[in-house]
């Protein structure tokens, strides 16, 4: 059976401070084992891999930019950075091209050793200004239940909101139900509540179609979205941040949950 998905359910953001504000939008992620891509690509009459298609994943949307095959680039860098999880599966809970378009704020990695074992989680971000950024963070294997992560802020993402701020994640691995939830704080308490929860339906050409005419463009009003909502903020004269330059390194290493490394990748 295949381990790939889709995943109905809803984006919310909740701005606490320094003026409240609040959004919810409907949407459906795929949830991709990266083993699995030749197959869906021939399997799926509406799902491409590395073409256009009603659905289509691009390995170069994600990892490093380039064609090789992104469970490779995921695992040479979990091998560089001492987590060697051998043959072990790899799923990318992200949104799919859609006619030919994504934009993808958060990519979420969910690796797995050959036990089984989620052993590490890649958080992929990107902002509107075309750069993206990850965060490497080991899975405590005495931990069970949801699992907690916490790191810094290292990227830019949005212009009203501090870099001096963190990052509180809080996740329920994909079965049956997925959960993705993320506190940003400061010094002086929480700033943002943004979540992603849904529900899992099988990857077929039945469910891509009805998902394509439930949601259409759904990833145009991703991005059309994150504009139309930058506006309502700035019109409530929340102040821009300024907008420094991109780390110097592609991915931070995230250890013992406090200390940043980072490392060129």
Known sequence: MSRSCLYAGHVMHHRVKPSAHRFIYRVTSMLLDLEELPLLDTRLKFFSRNRFNLFSFHERDHGDGSDRPLIEQVRTTLNEQGLALGQGRVELLCYPRLLGYVFNPLSVFYCYDEDDRLAAIIYEVSNT???????????????????????????????????????????????????????????????????????????????????????????????AGIHWEALQIWRKKVPLQPRPAPPASRITLVTNQGDETHETI
């Open 129 to 223: 200004f075309k750069q993206t950024h990850s965060y490497l963070i080991p899975v405590d294997a005495t931990v069970t239940g949801p699992i907690q992560q916490s790191c810094n802020k290292d990227f830019y993402v949005s212009p009203f909101i501090s870099m001096a701020t963190r990052y509180h994640f809080h996740l329920q691995p994909p079965e049956q139900r997925v959960s993705v939830r993320i506190r940003q704080s400061d010094d002086e308490g929480t700033v943002l509540h943004a979540t992603f929860t849904g529900t899992r339906r099988p990857l077929s050409d039945r469910a891509l179609l009805s998902t394509f005419f439930r949601y259409p463009l759904m990833t145009l009003k991703v991005i």
